[in-house]
């Protein structure tokens, strides 16, 4: 999941949790809108977990070999 995704589900579980006052049979809109915002927090540390250890500094070890012609004159 994205950072999108994980701000637009915030988004929306927050206008459910807050702004919505309808009331739907058998759901609770409210609880509905505090799973989504879950969603998006957990994606959203998730997100930042994963990029960041993406970007860890690397130790990159490099070897200069030179060869010799033995055939070769100087």
Known sequence: MGIGVSIFL???GG???FAVEATVA???LK???WILMAAGAVGLVLFAYFWH???TPRTV???RRT???PGQLR
């Open 15 to 17: 206008i459910l949790a």
């Open 31 to 33: 609880m509905v809108g």
């Open 53 to 55: 250890r993406g970007r």
């Open 10 to 12: 915030l988004a929306v």
């Open 67 to 69: 060869y010799e012609d």
């Open 61 to 63: 070890v490099t070897e």
């Open 26 to 28: 058998g759901l609770d």
